[in-house]
């Protein structure tokens, strides 16, 4: 079938399922348990073992050098409290820690003496030697969110480890308030020191200001006073820069309007001139003229031209125009003297501020040594006023210790019960841990074993079919009788072997294995036994050699054999034998010659299968294993078929690869692989191979059997071969 053809495509990648690691944890669950109870037993017998010991806890408050709710003396306020600083609680960690700290524990509680006389046989420790024992039995730890640190101490004895809790936290208290305190006096001295330094300079500033003043003729009526008093200042300034831009804007506007009258007829002119200035005598003129128009125009129609009222009227609008004339020309000058004027104004405004600004500025160059000087000496005097606040301030400091640096906010008491060891965690831990180094060291065994393991294996490592899968402990099935519950995995195996032949004539099995002690023989025989069983002539062949087997499995005799005949000491009808299975016959391997290899491969062993395959159906041959001598090799490659038994878990899948690339080499007609030995009951993946069909075809009783033989139809035997037909069917769809 094309199904068991050897495959060319690349293997498949193996990926790992849940039931595989399940599989692993079953097979190798001897191991998981068997580490799993050293690591409990070891856990629970060094937590007996260990000695007890209690904790103590006392927890401080601490502060920055700027924080902490001291009292700053120049202002009166409350010092500024610095934010928290994780990098600050460490250190203060690895200060409680010090030589510097601890050893005015040890010399308080004279612990070289007392831990000398416990633990060094009465001799007294270092001092070294004891704060790294305190240091051991010591663990700090800041209190989540707060700037509160909490120093535990253990001990064989309860009042000690609160004691050597409470010692610890004061000796930490004592060290922040004498480091304070030094580091205050060296900075008295030092800023005291500075103060002089700083009121000889004032003295000498104050002297050469006075001399300044003399020399340069200051006027200086300001004793506060840093620079000159300016002839106009920046309020000053700022008004006139106002005013010159008014005055700007103002001529600009002037000026623009001056120009567009001027371009203007004298008609358009009075038009225009009552929109832009007010002036009462144009409007007025204005007015006569319109009324006059107005009359002349109602008489024109009532009175011929020549008439003395037309004539009277004419010449008032003469005088009326030439008057409006004469006013225009004068309110157009008036407003060219405006805007000279605004213009004159503005010139003016920018010489005075220019003026006063240049004599400010020599003003300030003229004086400029006296006002840096003076500028100078009032530095002086400010920074010599800090420098006493200072001064003061720290002298209040000493007198009122800033306690709150280091608060005890809650003392050490002696513990109820003992702390460590923890008996149900150290348990629990070893137990996990137990288990969790059994299943690893179980999944590390499985990974170093690349022996065959699963079906996917074989397919994958392989490229080439299972014919069928061998449960493990199987006996003779000669001895077990047809009815045995191992016999159909064989039969499976004899379907496929069948399914695979290309040819009806291809009659001459071997069975061949990459090592000793695969179930080679074994299989050989059961499956031999299973062709016979279907009322062929079969003839089981022992050509292993070396060590042969077979005979003892049928209780028969070797004294003749194989080798006799191929030896040419006896025919074939003298050395073959019966067996106590119906159609099968058996060639024992007769006394092992001096040079097996030329016996096999002669000419004599070729017409010896030639003769077989013509009186009998199938011939079977056992081998010896293919890597360990050639006698394998030479019957794989005369044999019709070749069939690969692989133990399950026993040899490394490269021994067994390398036996399948011999077969193949030796052109040996190579149809499948057995995997034999397989375990059932702890990989469930063989079971449909094996367990199945038993489950489902024998376990009725016998009522049930009779039953189902006695309906219609039914013919004894009926059932074997339907079973086969099926189970052969499921396997070659498989394939």
Known sequence: MDSFKNQSAPPPEAKLHFLDYWRIIRIRKAIIITVFLITAIIATAVTFILPESYASTCRIK?????????????????????????????????????????????????????????????????????????????????????????????????????????????????????????????????????????????????????????????????????????????????????????????????????????????????????????????????????????????????????????????????????????????????????????????????????QAKATDQQEQERGQPYWDEKRNLETLKEFNKQLAAKIESIKVDLVIPATSLVMITDYARPGDAPVKPNKTMNIGLGLVFGLIMGIGLAFFIEYLDTSVKTIDDVERAFQAPVLGVIPQNVGILADEGPESKHAEAYRVLRTNILFSRKDDKLNSIVVVSAGAGEGKSTTTLNLATVFAQTGQRILLVDSDLRRPTLHKLLKVGNNIGLTNYLLKQNTIAEVIQTTNVPMLDFMASGKLPNSSMGILGSGQMKEMVSELKQRYDYIFFDSPPILGVSDASILASEMDLVVQIIQYRRYPQPMNIRAKQMIEKVGGNFVGIVLNNINMSQDESYYYYSGYYHDYYYSRNEKEQEAEASKPGTTPGSKSSGSGDTEAGGIKQKY
Not at 119 to 130: D, H, I, M, R
Not at 156 to 171: S, W
Not at 303 to 328: K, N
């Open 62 to 354: 601490v502060e920055g050098e700027n924080g902490g709710g001291d009292i700053n003396s120049s202002t009166g306020n409350p010092a500024t409290q610095s934010p928290y600083d994780p990098f600050f609680i460490q250190t203060t960690f690895e200060i409680i820690q010090s030589e510097v700290v601890l050893s005015n524990v040890v010399n308080q509680l004279n612990l070289n003496v007392v831990w000398g006389k416990k633990y060094n046989n009465g001799e007294p420790l270092k001092t070294t030697e004891t704060i790294d024992v305190l240091k051991r039995r010591m663990v700090l730890q800041p209190v989540r969110n707060t700037k509160l640190i909490s120093i535990m101490v253990y001990s064989d004895d309860k009042e000690e480890a609160a004691k050597l809790a409470n010692t610890v936290a004061v000796a930490y208290q004592e060290y922040r308030l004498n480091t304070r305190k030094e580091y205050t006096l060296g900075g008295l001295r030092e800023l005291e020191e500075q103060i002089k330094q700083s009121d000889a300079k004032i003295q000498a500033s104050q002297t050469n200001v006075e001399y300044l003043r003399g020399k340069l003729k200051i006027v200086d009526m300001d004793p506060n006073s840093v620079m000159p008093t300016p002839t106009i200042n920046q309020q000053m300034l700022q008004t006139y820069n106002q005013q010159m831009i008014e005055g700007e804007r103002t001529y600009k506007s002037l000026q623009t309007q001056l120009e567009e009258l001027k371009g203007l007829d004298n008609e358009k002119l009075r038009d225009v001139l009552p929109t832009v200035t007010s002036d009462p005598m144009l409007s007025d003129l204005l007015g006569k003229l319109h009324a006059t128009q107005q009359q002349y125009v109602t008489y024109t129609n009532d009175y011929a031209p020549a008439d003395l009222h037309i004539t009277r009227l004419q010449s008032m609008l003469a005088e009326l125009t030439s008057e409006i004339d004469a006013r225009v020309i004068g309110i157009m000058r008036a407003l060219e003297s405006e805007v000279k004027s605004k213009n004159a104004a503005l010139q003016a405004l920018r010489e005075a501020v220019d």
